[in-house]
């Protein structure tokens, strides 16, 4: 299984970036998948998650009106758009593949199954 994000940069405060995590040889699309970040020096962060079939995300509440999650089963990809970017976002954005249930919309993660490598976003002020 090979999980690849991509779309990561550098960006101006109020700016844009879309990124991308394209998983191979995993059961893609049946499985939920969730969007982390880590900055220097602080624990990784869970960000957005979406449910396997897509009609359930959620958010952290730092980034709930700015950034969406979605997904792409029949391209084996998810994507996070990120909007109205601040410094305070800069970090690596990882990918995570995993399963779980969503009771009340909230997702509970039973299983973690890949993590992707990153990619570096830095916004600047």
């Known amino acids: 299984v090979q999980v690849v994000e991509s779309g990561g940069g550098l960006v101006q405060s109020g700016g844009s970036l879309r990124l991308s995590c394209v998983v191979s040889?995993?059961?893609?699309?049946?499985?939920?998948i969730a969007w982390y970040r880590q900055a220097p020096g602080k624990e990784r962060e869970w960000v957005a998650a979406?449910?396997?079939?897509?009609?359930?995300?959620h958010y952290t509440d730092s980034v709930k009106g700015r950034f969406t999650i979605s997904r792409d089963n029949a391209k084996n990809t998810a994507f996070l758009q990120m909007n109205s970017l601040k410094p305070e976002d800069t970090a690596i954005y990882y990918c995570?593949?995993?399963?779980?249930?969503?009771?009340?919309?909230?997702?509970?993660?039973?299983?973690?199954?890949?993590w992707g490598q990153g990619t570096q976003v830095t916004v600047t002020s």
């Open positions: 040889g995993s059961t893609f699309r049946t499985d939920d």
């Open positions: 995570e593949e995993w399963y779980g249930d969503w009771p009340r919309g909230h997702p509970v993660r039973y299983e973690s199954f890949y």
């Open positions: 979406i449910s396997w079939r897509g009609e359930i995300t």
